[in-house]
């Protein structure tokens, strides 16, 4: 882990002056680590995974001190073809514009094994819709036991906007919003055989319970290859 983290900031301080070489030692670091999770065995993926550790997954993200450090924004997915049994992808598709989304839908199917699965949560347009146009309040000003607000934003339409365009994670921000049939499209052109709407803890993923989150306002679409 601390040759990992070496590994990140030499990346980050070469990368103003040379992107290249940045690029090429951030791709040897990648199948290094990569190498290392398949040879034990780890056949589960979770992109985008923040700081969260899941026992059995490799998790991806632009963050260091993640399993494997990548840059989903202009990076595929560094397995190769059917090599992955199930990959989840909770509360991020929304960071990524919908022509990036299909071409990270189109990589998923291509890692994913035979009759392999495929697990979004993201924040549900719909839902939030209606909750915008019923305005209400109760949901848009929780607050946080700290006294923070849940929500970004001043005002109710600040709130809902804020799904759109908002929630910045350094650089990212949210840059698409999906209803079930938007996000199905995706997965249904990338060519899965089936693709359903699923419940919180409704799934073919075990102990999927340690992945889903916030059923007030995400839905869970899973699809098979």
């Known amino acids: 882990m601390i040759a990992a983290r070496l590994i990140s900031r030499v990346v980050s301080c070469v990368r103003p002056v040379m ?3 940045a690029d090429f030692i951030s791709a040897l670091e ?31 993200d632009v963050l260091p001190r993640v399993d494997v450090e990548i840059d989903l924004s202009r990076e595929n997915l560094p397995f190769g073809d059917g090599s992955m049994e199930t990959i989840v992808w909770m509360s991020a598709i929304n960071y990524f514009s919908h022509g990036r989304a299909q071409e ?21 347009m719909r839902w939030l819709a209606e909750r915008y146009v019923n305005e209400d309040r109760e949901f848009f000003f929780q607050t946080l036991p700290s006294g923070q607000d849940r929500f970004e934003g001043k005002t109710i339409g600040d ?8 929630y910045a994670v350094g650089a990212n921000h949210c840059r698409y ?10 997965f249904q052109t990338a060519g899965f ?15 999927i319970q340690f992945l889903d989150n916030r059923p007030d306002q995400m839905f869970y679409l899973e699809a098979v290859k």
Not at 108 to 115: P, T
Not at 159 to 166: E, H, L, P, Q, S
């Open 159 to 166: 709130k809902f906007a804020a799904w759109f365009y908002g």
């Open 104 to 124: 990270l839908v189109h990589e998923i199917f291509r890692v994913l094994q035979a009759d392999g699965v495929c697990r979004v949560g993201v924040q549900d």
């Open 30 to 60: 990648q199948r290094r680590r990569v190498r290392k999770f398949l040879s034990q065995g780890f056949r589960r993926v979770n992109l985008c995974c923040g700081l969260q550790r899941v026992p059995g997954y490799i998790g991806l």
């Open 19 to 21: 992107p290249g070489l």
């Open 193 to 207: 055989r089936r693709v359903e709407r699923k419940a919180l803890g409704e799934s073919r993923i075990p102990d």
């Open 177 to 186: 919003a999906y209803d079930f049939d938007s996000l199905a499209n995706l």
